[in-house]
C-alpha cells in the first residue's frame, strides 16, 4: 500500500492535478506502450493490441477549497470545490498553495451551528493579509486537506482516498497485465468532481467500446443491508442519480465474483454519480458502468477504506482484462 500512501499525500485539488499527475506516470510509463496527456489535462496510457477497445478510468482529482478573499489579519475566505460539507471540515488543518511555498492553516466558522456553510467558515494562519500575498497567496490559491494517512489492521485511513484508490488499481492493473490481447486504456482524469470533464473529452478521443470506471461510494455504519460497507467487498453500480451500469458488464463482474468467491456489493442510490456518466454517453454511446470501494467519512482528511476490498477490485477487473470480451448492448 506505499504507493497509495504517496498517492494520497500529494495535492492535487480539482484543477491542480499536475502534481498526481506527474507521480501516476513515473510509475506506469514502463508497463504500457504509450503515455501522454490530452489539452485538459487527462493522462492517458495506451496498452496496444486488437478490438474491442476498452477504457478504464480513474479520476486524479480530489474536493479543497480556493482562497477567494485575504482579510488585513490573515484571515482567508474560501469557496469549495467538490462537495465539501462546511460542517465536518471546521478544525481541520490544511495547506494552502502558492507558487513559493505551501502556508499552514486551520478552518474555523464564523457560524456555530448545524447550518454550517461555506460561506461561514474561514482559515486561520499566522500570517497577515501583507505577509500572505509576499509568500504568493493570493486569490485563485489552492488549499487542501492535510493528510493523516496510515494503515490500521487491515484498513487504510487518509484524505483524498476519493479517488486515489481508483488511480492505484489502474496503476497496479498495468503492471500485472503484463500482455494483453485487446487495447486497453488506463485514462486517469480531471475534474470530476467539479462535473466529470475529464472523462467527457477523453472518451470522445479515445471512442472505446465499453468502459468501466474506477472509483468509491460513501460507505454507511449502520446495519442497514442496502447500504455500502467497508470490508464486505467491492461494488458495482446498478444505479446511482444520473446513471444506470450496464447489464451486459455488471454480469461479467458477477460471475467472476462468483467463480473467484469475491464478495460484491451492489449499488443502488439517489445520489452521487461518477465519470461514468459522461462517459457512457460519448458520441453514440458507450456500454459503462463502474466497480470501486466503499469508503468511510467521504472527502473528508479521515477517510477509511478496508485493503481487502481494494485488493478484491484489482483481483477482479485484472481477471476480466486478462481476455477481454466482445460488447454487449443491453
Given at each position: 500500500?506505499?504507493?497509495?500512501?504517496?498517492?494520497?499525500?500529494?495535492?492535487?485539488?480539482?484543477?491542480?492535478?499536475?502534481?498526481?499527475?506527474?507521480?501516476?506516470?513515473?510509475?506506469?510509463?514502463?508497463?504500457?506502450?504509450?503515455i501522454s496527456t490530452d489539452k485538459l489535462g487527462n493522462l492517458i496510457a495506451v496498452k496496444k493490441g486488437k478490438l474491442p477497445k476498452v477504457m478504464l478510468a480513474a479520476h486524479m482529482d480530489e474536493v479543497g477549497l480556493m482562497v477567494k478573499g485575504i482579510e488585513e489579519n490573515g484571515n482567508i475566505k474560501c469557496a469549495g470545490i467538490g462537495e465539501v460539507d462546511a460542517k465536518y471540515v471546521i478544525g481541520q488543518k490544511v495547506k494552502i498553495s502558492s507558487n513559493k511555498k505551501h502556508i499552514n492553516g486551520i478552518i474555523s466558522s464564523s457560524k456555530k451551528s448545524k447550518n454550517t456553510s461555506i460561506n461561514n467558515i474561514f482559515i486561520k494562519t499566522k500570517s497577515s493579509k501583507k505577509e500572505l500575498l509576499k509568500n504568493g497567496v493570493e486569490i485563485g490559491s489552492y488549499v487542501s486537506f492535510e493528510n493523516y494517512s496510515n494503515i490500521k489492521n487491515s484498513f487504510i485511513e487518509g484524505k483524498a482516498l476519493d479517488n486515489r484508490i481508483g488511480c492505484f488499481t489502474l496503476i497496479e492493473l498495468a503492471k500485472r497485465l503484463k500482455k494483453s490481447k485487446n487495447e486497453i486504456y488506463f485514462v486517469f482524469t480531471v475534474q470530476e468532481e467539479i462535473g466529470l470533464y475529464g472523462a467527457k473529452t477523453s472518451a470522445f478521443e479515445i471512442?472505446?467500446?465499453w468502459a468501466?470506471?474506477?472509483?468509491?461510494t460513501e460507505a454507511k455504519k449502520d446495519s442497514s443491508k442496502s447500504e455500502m460497507h467497508i470490508g464486505?467487498?467491492?461494488?458495482?453500480?446498478?444505479?446511482?442519480?444520473?446513471?444506470?451500469?450496464?447489464r451486459?458488464?455488471?454480469n461479467w463482474i458477477k460471475d467472476i465474483a462468483k467463480r473467484r468467491k469475491i464478495m460484491l456489493q451492489y449499488n443502488v442510490s439517489d445520489s452521487e454519480t461518477t465519470d461514468a456518466t459522461n462517459i457512457s454517453l460519448s458520441r453514440g454511446g458507450v456500454p459503462s458502468s463502474v466497480i470501486g470501494v466503499a469508503v468511510e467519512n467521504l472527502h473528508t482528511a479521515k477517510g477509511k477504506a478496508s485493503i481487502k476490498?481494494?485488493?478484491?477490485?484489482?483481483?477482479?477487473l485484472y481477471e476480466l482484462m486478462k481476455n477481454p470480451p466482445k460488447v454487449c448492448l443491453v
Open positions: 500500500m506505499e504507493l497509495l500512501l504517496k498517492l494520497m499525500d500529494i495535492s492535487g485539488v480539482s484543477g491542480n492535478e499536475e502534481p498526481v499527475r506527474d507521480l501516476i506516470a513515473k510509475e506506469i510509463e514502463k508497463h504500457v506502450d504509450k471512442q472505446p467500446d468501466i470506471t474506477i472509483d468509491v464486505k467487498g467491492p461494488f458495482i453500480t446498478i444505479k446511482n442519480a444520473d446513471f444506470i451500469g450496464n451486459c458488464i455488471n476490498d481494494i485488493k478484491d477490485a484489482i483481483e477482479t
